[in-house]
Every structure is written in C-alpha cells, then in structure tokens.
C-alpha cells in the first residue's frame, strides 16, 4: 500500500472526479471488520453508465464534503467479496476492474479500499444489476445514483447494438420525401469538389446509392432510404415522422450576454427545407459572413478561408454528424459577438477528453459524416477536435469548453473570442482589488480572470487551462472563497464559483428552473443551456418565452392576446375546447376538411399559437405539418387571421375572420 492521503486530498478528489465514499462497516457496524454495502452495485452501475468515479469504502461523508476515514479492520475480506460479486452475472452485467482498480490506500492514518470505475464503453452500456437492464440500470446524477427509466435505457441499448445511428433502411420513405432542392445543390458541391468523378454522371437513384442515402438492408431483403438520407436531403416535416424530436436551431445574438434575445434566427418554419445539408450551408454562411479574412494568394487566386474559418466548419458538421436525432433537444448553434455555441443532441461516445486529444472517433452518424466528407467538409475520423483547439490557440484566443449534460442528454462547445488573459477583465480586476489582485499567486489570479471572463468557474475547467496538481487547485480555490474573492454554489464536483460583484444571478437569471438552477454543480454554458424551450416539451420557435414576446402585464393595448400553451387556458374553458377537437384528436387520421373545420372552432373569439393547436388537435408538437397543410390555406382563403404580420414569426397565433362561419364538424 504505497499512497497516503488525508481529508484534503479526498476534497480535492471530491472536485476532480465523481466521488462516493461509503462507510462499510456493516449492517449494525459492530462488526468492525467491514462489509461490503449493498448499495455499492447501484453506485458502480451508475458510474460505468456515466464518466466512471471513485468508490472509497470506510469513508464516511458527513455532512456533504466533510470526509472521515474510518477504516476497514478485514480488507481482504471486503475485496473477495467484491471479486466473487463481479463475476456473477446475476449480480452485475458486466465486470470493468482489474486488480489495478481496487486498491487499499491509507487516509488519516486508516486502511480504506478504494474502486476505480472506469467509464463504460457504448457496446458493454448498459451496466445493469440483475438480468434485466429495465430496472436494473442506475445513472449518476449530481452525486447522486438514479434508476433509469425504459427510455434511456432503450437508447442506451441502441447504442450499443448500433455502431451507426443513420445506417437504417426507412420503411414508407421514398424519392417524394426529398427536396429536390438540395440534392441538386450537392450534387452541385459534389462535382466542384471532385471534377470528373465517375459518379457525377450517374442518375439520381444510382448517385444516391453511392453516397449512402439509399441503401439495402440485407437482413429483410428491402430497399430505400436510409435515415442518413433523410436527414440529409429530406424535408423537415417528412424528417419528424420518423424522428419525432427533430429540430435544428441557429440563433444570433447582438450582444454577449446570457438573455436569449435574436436578432436573426433560423429554423424549420416551412420557408426552406430544414433538413441538416441545408442547415449546414446555411448556418456555415451566417457563421463567416462578417469573418475578417487577410487578403492572400494562391496559384494566382485569392484565399478567402482562415483557420477560423476551418475551426467553425469542423465545429458545425461535428455537431451534426455526432447528434443523436432522437434525443430531446434540438440541435443549436449560437452566435454572438464574443463567442460561437454549438450543442448537439446526445453524449459524446468517446470521453470529452480523449476526443480532444485526437486519434479516438465513434461518429454516431456515420452515413452522415461520409455524406459531408465526400463535398469537402468534415475531417477525417479523430481529427476534427484536436484541429479546431489547434487553430483556436493560433489565434491566442481561450482554450475551447468542450462538456456534456446528462438531463436531457447533450454534448456542447464553445468558441470564446478573448484571449485567455482579456484586458478589460484585467483592468477590472485590478481597478476592484487594486494591489490585493497583483499579491496573488499566479494560478490564484487566472482563476479570478478566468471567473469574470466565463461568468463562473469549476474545478475542471481550471484544470483544462492550468497545469496544476488538482489537490493544489482545490486548496487555491479555498483560499479565494476563505478571503471572499469567490462565492460558491454546489458541492464536490459540482462545485461552481463566481466573483462577488457578479454572483449567481449574473450567470444564472436566465436559467431560473432550468437544468443549472436544479443542478448547480454543473458548469452549464449559459447562452446554450438557458431556458431552452425543449425541457418543457416546446419546440424553440414555439416557445412562450422568446425573447421578442412581452410578458401579458407589458403588452401594449393593441397588442393580441395569445394563448401559446394550453396551461394559460382556464380548466373549464379548456375543457369545452377539448370537446370541440375531439372528431379529430381521437382519430390518427382525419381529412383536411374536418381539420380545417376544427381549427376554425377552436380559433373563434381567441388567438390560439401553434403549439396550443397542436396540443388540442393530437399532432406533433412542431406543428410544422400541422401549419403547412392547414393554417396557411385557411389564411389564404381569408378564413383565418394571423397574429402578426411576419408569417414566421415565433409568436405567431390565429384567429378566425369576422365573417368566418362553421359549425360543429362532424
């Protein structure tokens, strides 16, 4: 047993890694020999399911981030327990130790055993306790070990069996549920960047084959659209009926803060296809449209890329080939004066940190990425992160954030444009702590900078940009809070710290209800991960909350009163309105007339938003379809008024005309 800690290593452990200290001393703790407790099974599963953690056993943490060692008398007998445990399958589906992971350490003096868990690798996902992964599998959130329910379990299942997520033969999808529009513009990218190539010539249904969005699946002897061809080349509200959740969301903002206010927005709203190539070109173009681009030559002819402009298309197709489309949140893409967001739908399938060393690629949407490669944009498998931190460092601005989100599952990044040490932070510093501020160690001061620059810190992120031990960071960070230069929030690895003079609300009143204000310990990227309208089931160009639209006590007097969402509805009224679409809510199809019908009903005397709609009606949430073939033909015909005058406007809501008559469907 060859290392020695003490209460202060375990709290500098606390913030570095997933910790879980557990007494072991036995049902009634007379024993005094130790026991291997049987919750130990729920944490392992939860940590292999996670980012992997340290079990200590004969630690006890009370009250939360105070540690005791209290010793095990028998660590052999604790450890053979652990062994026999592993390999029984009834117990534990997988067994992820070697002799390496459990060891007998010593702290204040006292022998503990510790467990490192690694992560899980996607085909052994999910660890579950028992036979059954449906009950069986536990998930780590906040410190803490959760049952996960059918639907995570489901997709972490699908994971496992499915090496690509796009690879799939679509049953029901044909050429009709393309837009010609795109593939004709592809295929355009297509032979610019490949002149002469073979495939160029070929007809459409071949060239598709070739590029993988047509395909056979072998096993049921079918053939026709793959999943990546429909993200690729379909039409958005084609792309819903087979990915419910489907949404791609680009927004830029005016001025660098947290509030979600646009001025330029784009998402599928039926004025252009909303699939993911058009997504791309599109957002790529808004991305580098104000980009300063140093004016050089090549072979003659002028360059007009940079590495920015590399760093920011390998960032936008990473968000998209590694997205899962069944997840719960949209794709988004956030660009501001100081920095560029991206955000995709689904865990990273190799660690953050591996990624970002290079080498290590599991592309979710394998189809996907060839699909982009093969008209120049994409990297090679492994190399895209480490390329965009490569020519963010050559342009000395800060370090990229790269993390996850586990409720509901994410993967975001950040672009920030200051360098690691910005002057006017610097200036503010110095003006507010004067001497105090130059008197500080070196590591002390990036912490503060780094604090006013990111609005918040952790533990792991001064980690990324500082080559201090962690038990030396945790001390520092201590120190700071002991002299009142940073507040905290959280605890362990969720501990979070900001200035004073900024304080929680500075980072957080965006968010007030959202994920950072129910887990605080997560160093959640305000401007991607406030108030996203998808946590309460709103697709983004539906929410109540955008920022454009007033709250009801500051509306102006002729300004129409909208019920966005079926909770603004008083019960009785909502009742009688759910009478009224019944003859199309309880049927999985209806003709457009009895919709139209309907719809009609339901807008007399009131402004009803889409999405209230859609509830009432049974439809899909988006209400994409729902607009498409119903509301704009009624507007057209005059039989039904629009809200405000922008067809597109996220507020939008209807009412029927004056001299609108209908009566009750039948």
């Not at 454009?548 to 007097?557: F, G, I, L, R, V």
Request: glycine fraction near 8%; charged fraction near 25%; proline fraction near 6%.
């Amino acid at each position: 047993m060859s290392e020695h800690w003490n209460s202060l290593d375990l709290a500098g452990l606390a913030e570095a890694c997933d910790l879980e200290c557990k007494a072991a001393q036995g049902r009634d703790g007379r024993d005094g020999r130790g026991e291997l407790p049987e919750d130990f099974w729920k944490s392992y599963s939860a940590m292999a399911n996670a980012d992997g953690g340290v079990i200590l056993l004969g630690v006890q943490e009370k009250p939360r981030g105070e540690f005791h060692a209290l010793g095990l008398a028998d660590v052999e007998r604790v450890r053979k327990s652990l062994w026999d445990n592993l390999h029984n399958r009834k117990q534990v589906s997988s067994n992820l130790l070697t002799e390496q992971n459990i060891e007998p350490v010593e702290i204040d003096g006292k022998t503990v055993l510790r467990i490192k868990v690694p992560r899980a690798a996607r085909q052994v996902k999910p660890v579950h306790l028992g036979s059954n992964p449906f009950g069986g599998t536990y998930l780590r959130r906040y410190e803490g070990d959760y049952q996960a329910d059918d639907e995570t379990v489901r997709r972490l299942m699908a994971e496992r069996v499915e090496d690509s997520r796009d690879e799939r033969v679509l049953k029901g999808f044909d050429f009709g549920d393309l837009d010609m529009d795109t593939v004709a513009a592809y295929r355009n990218r297509f032979a610019a960047v490949k002149p002469g190539h073979v495939w160029s010539d070929l007809p459409l249904p071949e060239f598709l084959e070739r590029i993988g969005a047509f395909g056979k699946n072998r096993e049921e002897g079918i053939t026709g659209l793959r999943l990546a061809g429909l993200l690729m080349f379909g039409r958005a509200e084609v792309i819903c009926d087979a990915l419910p959740h489907y949404m791609v969301d680009y927004q830029e903002r005016a001025e660098a803060k947290t509030e979600k206010r646009w001025i330029d927005r784009l998402v599928p709203d039926g004025s252009w296809s909303g699939n993911v190539y058009d997504f791309f070109r599109k957002v790529y173009q808004k991305l580098t449209v104000d980009l300063k681009v140093p004016f050089q030559l090549q072979e003659g002819q002028r360059v007009d890329d940079t590495p920015v402009h590399e760093a920011l298309r390998e960032a936008l197709a990473n968000t998209l080939i590694h997205a899962d489309f069944s997840g719960r949140v949209s794709v988004l893409v956030v660009k501001r004066p100081d920095m560029f967001g991206f955000r995709n739908p689904g865990l990273m399938r190799v660690p953050p940190e591996l990624a970002v060393q290079g080498g290590n690629s599991d592309c979710r949407n394998r189809r996907l990425q060839t699909m982009f490669q093969l008209v120049g944009y994409g990297d090679h498998a492994g190399s895209g992160l480490p390329k965009i931190y490569r020519n963010w460092a050559g342009q000395h601005w800060r370090r990229p954030v790269l993390y996850e989100l586990r409720e509901p599952e994410q993967t975001l990044m950040e672009l920030r444009m200051s360098s690691l040490v910005p002057e006017d932070v610097l200036v503010d510093l110095q003006a507010r702590l004067s001497e105090r501020f130059m008197a500080l160690p070196e590591l002390a001061r990036l912490a503060l900078i780094t604090a006013s620059a990111e609005g918040m810190l952790n533990h792991a992120r001064l980690r990324e940009i500082s080559t201090e031990h962690p038990a030396d960071i945790t001390k520092m960070l201590a120190s700071l809070v002991r002299d009142d230069l940073l507040i905290t929030q959280g605890a362990g690895r969720g501990m979070v710290y900001f200035l004073p003079w900024q304080g929680q609300t500075a980072a957080m009143s965006f968010a007030s209800g959202d994920v950072l204000a129910s887990s605080p310990g997560i160093a959640l990227a305000p401007e991607l991960g406030g108030l996203t309208p998808e946590f309460g089931g709103l697709t983004p160009e539906l929410s109540t909350l955008t920022p454009e639209q007033p709250s009801q006590s500051d509306t102006a007097p002729n300004e129409p009163v909208v019920i966005a969402d079926l909770g603004q509805i008083p019960p009785d009224e909502l009742t009688r309105l759910r009478v009224l679409a019944a003859p199309v809510a309880e049927r999985e199809r209806a003709s457009p007339e009895l919709v139209q019908r309907t719809v009609l009903d339901l807008c007399r005397g009131r402004y009803l938003g889409l999405r209230a709609l859609a509830q009432l009606l049974g439809r899909n949430p988006d209400g994409v379809d729902l607009r498409k073939r119903i509301l704009n033909p009624l507007v057209t015909n005059k039989t039904l008024l629009r809200a405000y005058p922008n067809p597109n406007d996220p507020r939008q809501a209807y009412t029927t005309s004056m001299n609108t008559t209908t009566g009750m469907p039948n």
